[in-house]
């Protein structure tokens, strides 16, 4: 009860901190805490004070002063192990609010409420925890066995046999854990990744697009029907919505042929179509595609869509957006990329972009014809914009209130391509000409639309994710575009959606997990003020992740930020344990105890209860999110399970391959190679899934974008003309006004006199609009100056791009020549040397070589010279 209560008392005050903070409580904020971690640091004292009564030798009832004593004496000898042990499970959170993005705003809550509530086990812990333990703990020290000692006894009799078999075969049991970890980061490769699961919604949301052109009345029809199909096959649909065009006000514009349809199922238990949403709506679309042919659909839910939209712009998953100037070579491309795409296993609902196909009438004029009939081209468009589009023929007057009469033909006489050509035009002579005698009449496919992003023309690809991970569908489709499309020069694609927001965020993560190991391993040094027991408790590391990838692996579930999270609040509950046992140990060691294996026998005994306590409350108190199937327990069920998972292979791991290792540990001294040499190869090892994060190649664009942002001199010309615009604002400034005072006999002998005078001078004033004009002209000036620094700097980046590209590729060049040369110099010494060949061809193969040689120093010094000029160019 005393450890339960750290509880309620821990929520309270994470609850004043998040209200003082400002944090809202939600599922993400609220779900995330395990109580388990937050009574941590009270199991450890609680047990130590309960082992350090139960090893009394008096076994007479305490009085309170003797319980007091107890109690500080048993805390004050665990507390430095416990205290770092919660400080390093609340430190190991702090990286987590460095994320930004939707990945920020979605944990960093989470991190924020859960450091509230273990800061508050905290306090609890050194205060409140031992007050109550020796308030309330039984003074009367009861001998006989009760539940908890059986079990921890039949524990122990399972541990003991494991222990001393691991004592025995000490290089199987780390060859085993070496090889475990091995095959889990295989086993991590291959699991595939995506940005956030996709949350269950319970609703769908259907794309529904008509041809390209089609009417309203069109959409509606379509819509209509779908709707109709979807309510009379599937028994799970509640209710059809459908939303075409935009509302009144029109934050969310739609062209007339696409449609939102909105499908409201019935609980899930309802379902007798299909048993998971997936299912569901392959058997919707199959239904929908064989009943109305011609309309493209593509299921999602309302939520997950509108966010797609909002962070990339287009409804689907994963978006490939292909750049060029040229409609007919993007659709071209786009066209391949779609069927590249329907080939992809998991890539539903392709959708390519149709930025072409709007029918138009193109009237192209006969100038010979139209001056023949006594006409002008204007008087030819005035007659077809009249018929067509109306003309204003005067004015109706309703009150005070006025409107424009517009006159054009009738609309059964504006149809189709016939009446075009049957306009009459009214000639010179008063004749009426078809217009079909003045023009080519036709029709032509025009653009549909015309999307650009940061000012250049592209079209896009989408597709939504089902069955399989959004990573691997990409990096396959990323290959089979590399291995059949060429770009033109110009022409280039990009991936977004969900596997942009991935990379972005795996990129984070690439600083942030590194960062908690950092800090996870300077703290575990400042707790033993020893290196070799620092890392050696930091092996648990790798340990736990082994369980927490083989969790993910069972469970069928890849790799997402929310397991990335996981991840980092695992590295710091699995140290918990090491701390508890190399403590016991040190402490055994400091009492005379010389035995290397009774130390190891006697501290795993001692701490088996704690160790074993500390794993199974922190995974019991994720398991309720780990089983979670609720709304928005899709978030939550892989962080749970990387921690559950991970814990239970670092407990297992760290009770039979941690004194194994500390064994060798004590007996190999001090470390053979330099502490800092230690860390490094630590960092390496452990920075394996950051490794994944590699630099992407500087393309030009981006070498231009950071020369505009950082260069000095095109920052000096803004500031130049920022100085203009301010000197521009002092043309209408009048000159100063004088005042002058004048004190004495300057007009009497006899007495004094005083003289005021205030002299203001007014320039004509023409001379203030000439001075504005100038400094406009000044402020011009400097924004053509700025204009022109701009463009002379986008010149020299580009130039020297190229000039790097050149060199970079002739250096392989000339590192290929120089291997092939050097080969034929070892054959023609070989040859000299057996006599075969002359001195004339040994020479002349050591001369090439040398050339060759010389050309690479001349090759890297230009090198350096334009990595210079491009460093500098960059700032």
Not at 185 to 209: C, H, K, N, W, Y
Not at 444 to 468: H, L, M, S, W, Y
Not at 606 to 627: E, N
Not at 829 to 846: C, H, N, P, Q, S
């Amino acid at each position: 009860l005393i450890v339960a209560s750290v509880i309620p008392l821990a929520m309270l005050f994470a609850v004043c901190l998040m209200n003082l903070f400002g944090v809202s409580g939600n599922l993400m904020s609220l779900g995330a805490i395990d109580f388990g971690l937050i009574v941590d640091g009270a199991v450890i004292i609680v047990e130590a004070s309960l082992h350090h009564l139960g090893l009394r030798k008096n076994k007479n009832r305490l009085t309170q002063q003797e319980m007091d004593l107890e109690i500080y004496e048993s805390a004050s000898k665990i507390r430095n192990s416990a205290a770092f042990g919660e400080i390093i499970i609340l430190i190991v959170y702090l990286p987590i609010l460095a994320l930004v993005g939707i990945e920020g705003k979605m944990f960093r809550p989470m991190a924020q409420t859960v450091a509230f509530a273990i800061l508050g086990a905290f306090i609890l812990s050194l205060t409140y925890v031992p007050m109550m333990s020796a308030l309330f703990l039984n003074k009367q020290i009861n001998t006989k066995p009760n539940i908890s000692d059986r079990i921890m006894s039949w524990f122990q009799r399972i541990y003991t046999p494991m222990l001393n078999f691991a004592l025995r075969a000490r290089i199987l049991i780390v060859s085993l854990a070496i090889g475990m970890f091995i095959i889990c980061l295989i086993i991590f490769q291959q699991l595939g990744s995506e940005f956030i699961p996709t949350l269950e919604e319970g609703d769908f949301a259907v794309e529904t697009r008509v041809l390209t052109g089609s009417s309203l009345s069109q959409t509606i029809e379509a819509s209509t029907r779908a709707a109709k199909v979807l309510k009379a096959n599937f028994p799970e649909v509640k209710e059809v919505i459908g939303k075409i065009g935009s509302s009144e006000i029109p934050t969310d514009p739609m062209p007339v042929e696409a449609c939102d349809l909105m499908i409201i199922l019935k609980d899930k238990s309802e379902w007798t179509s299909a048993g998971t949403r997936e299912e569901l709506a392959e058997k919707m679309q199959a239904k929908l595609e064989q009943y109305i042919p011609g309309v493209t659909f593509g299921f999602q839910q309302p939520i997950q869509m509108r966010f797609n939209e909002l962070m990339t712009g287009a409804r689907q998953d994963v978006v490939i957006k292909v750049y060029g100037e040229d409609f007919g070579k993007l659709a071209g491309y786009a066209a391949k990329i779609g069927a590249i795409a329907k080939q992809i296993k998991g890539a539903e609902d392709i959708y390519v972009e149709q930025v072409s196909g709007l029918p138009q009438v193109i009237v192209k004029f006969h100038r010979d014809k139209i001056a023949q009939f006594g006409l002008n081209i204007e008087d030819v468009n005035t007659a077809l914009r009249s018929g067509f589009a109306g003309e204003v023929a005067g004015l109706v007057f309703e009150g005070e209130k006025r409107f424009e009469m517009v006159v054009r033909l009738k609309k059964e006489n504006r149809q189709s391509l016939e009446d075009v050509k049957n306009l009459f035009v009214t000639g010179g002579n008063g004749a009426q000409v078809p217009l079909e005698q003045l023009a080519d009449i036709s029709y032509r496919e025009g653009p549909n639309q015309i999307q650009r992003d940061d000012a250049k023309r592209r079209i896009t690809v989408g597709f939504n994710t089902r069955g399989r991970d959004v990573e691997s569908i990409v990096n396959e489709i990323q290959q089979k575009i590399n291995e059949e499309l060429k770009f033109d020069p110009g022409y280039y694609p990009t991936y977004g959606g969900t596997f942009e927001n991935l990379r972005a965020a795996n990129e984070r993560l690439a600083i942030a997990v590194p960062l908690a190991l950092l800090l996870i391993l300077l703290l575990l040094y400042l707790t033993f003020n020893s290196l070799k027991h620092a890392l050696l408790i930091f092996t648990a590391i790798p340990l736990s992740a082994l369980g927490g990838v083989l969790a993910l692996w069972i469970r069928g579930m890849p790799f997402s930020i929310s397991a990335g999270i996981g991840f980092i609040a695992l590295f710091g509950v699995a140290v918990l344990n090491g701390i508890v046992l190399i403590s016991e140990f040190n402490r055994l060691k400091k009492e005379g105890m010389t035995d290397i294996l009774e130390i190891i026998r006697t501290g795993t005994s001692v701490r088996l209860r704690p160790v074993i306590m500390t794993a199974l409350v922190a995974s019991l108190g994720f398991l309720p999110m780990a089983l979670s199937a609720g709304s928005g327990a899709e978030v939550q069920r892989p962080l749970a399970t990387v921690v559950i998972g991970g814990l239970l292979s670092a407990t297992l791991l760290t009770l039979l391959v941690l004194p194994v290792l500390y064994i060798w540990v004590e007996k190999l001294g001090k470390p053979k190679m330099p502490q800092s040499v230690v860390v490094l190869l630590m960092l390496c090892l452990f920075g394996v899934p950051a490794a994944k994060a590699q630099t992407n190649r500087l393309s030009v664009e981006e070498a231009i974008g950071l020369a505009l942002k950082n260069n000095p001199s095109l920052g000096g010309a803004q500031l130049g003309v920022d100085l203009q615009q301010q000197l521009k604002r002092t043309a209408f400034d009048m000159p100063k006004t004088d005042v002058s005072v004048l004190y004495g006999q300057y007009n009497s002998v006899v007495k004094n006199d005083n003289n005021f005078s205030i002299t203001q001078s007014i320039p004509f004033p023409t001379l203030f609009a000439a001075n504005s004009a100038l400094g406009t002209e000044h402020v011009k000036a400097s924004k053509l100056m700025v204009a022109a620094t701009k463009n002379d700097l986008i010149f020299q980046v580009k130039s020297v791009y190229i000039n790097l590209q050149y060199f970079h590729s002739k250096t392989k060049l000339l590192v290929a020549q120089d291997s092939i040369y050097q080969g034929f110099l070892k054959s023609a010494a070989l040859r000299y040397k057996t006599g075969e060949g002359t001195l004339l061809e040994k020479v002349a193969a050591e001369t090439q070589l040398q050339d060759i040689q010389n050309l690479r120093k001349q090759n890297l010094s230009d090198l350096l010279i334009y990595s210079s000029q491009f460093a500098t160019l960059l700032s």
